[in-house]
């Protein structure tokens, strides 16, 4: 795996799908955070891997509920 040196993005320079979960994701908005992972999307959180939007759904149901997240890319 490559390390990439963290760096800043201006938020109006990131993707749409990005501002509408991350915006989602603030309003506690499960429903609309949910629609921005494809059918095959995977998402790695607390060790625990989910595959496809549908297992995505509840752990995104629970970090909207109360937590602060970082973003990671590869």
Same mark, same amino acid.
């Given at each position: 795996?490559?390390?990439? $040196?963290?760096?800043?993005?201006?938020?109006?320079?990131? $993707?749409? @799908?990005?501002?509408?979960?991350?915006?989602?994701? /603030?309003?506690?908005?499960?429903?609309?955070?949910? @629609?921005?992972?494809?059918?095959?999307?995977?998402?790695?959180?607390?060790?625990? @891997?989910?595959?496809?939007?549908?297992?995505?759904?509840?752990?995104?149901?629970?970090?909207?509920?109360? /937590?602060?997240?970082?973003?990671?890319?590869?």
């Amino acid at each position: 795996m490559s390390i990439h $040196p963290p760096h800043t993005i201006a938020p109006s320079d990131l $993707p749409q @799908t990005i501002t509408r979960y991350l915006r989602a994701h /603030r309003d506690r908005d499960t429903a609309t955070a949910v @629609t921005a992972f494809t059918g095959d999307a995977t998402v790695t959180d607390d060790g625990n @891997t989910y595959q496809g939007a549908t297992a995505i759904e509840p752990g995104s149901a629970w970090a909207c509920s109360f /937590r602060p997240f970082r973003i990671r890319s590869r």
